[in-house]
């Protein structure tokens, strides 16, 4: 993932050395396009209609759907902080426990997702802006 732009990386100064539901929250919706909704039990972020992280209202931990390289490559890093998400048989995510994480991978994972989810022309869009 790439350095994050000066002006994001005002705002993630602002969150300290670790991330709470609203600091994630407040991460996911700096995204192009984003919007928060409820999913079942959970609140859902999303592009479109796109699920791209889901949190339970506990504001334990957060759910980030990276494909599976991201996955295991986070786990192997910090398994305190990472844990596998499955959805039956299949590896569907990542678990993030936001008490130990850090806002910057956090940031970076949200945009991965959100990345995989959003349509081309807003992702240029991003991009563009960023210069």
Known sequence: MSEPRRSEQVTLDRYGSRVDLDD???LALRL???HE???FD???FRVGTKIFATAPA???HLRIFVDEHEIHA???EDPEVFGELWWGKRLSGLKVMLAEA???RVAELLEESWRRKAPKKVIDAFDADAG
Do not use: M, N
Request: aromatic share 0%.
């Open 42 to 44: 959970l609140t859902s």
């Open 24 to 26: 994630a929250r407040g």
């Open 102 to 104: 850090d806002p910057q």
């Open 37 to 39: 909704e409820p999913h």
């Open 74 to 76: 986070c786990v192997a």
């Open 58 to 60: 506990d504001g334990d």
């Open 32 to 34: 192009p396009a984003t």
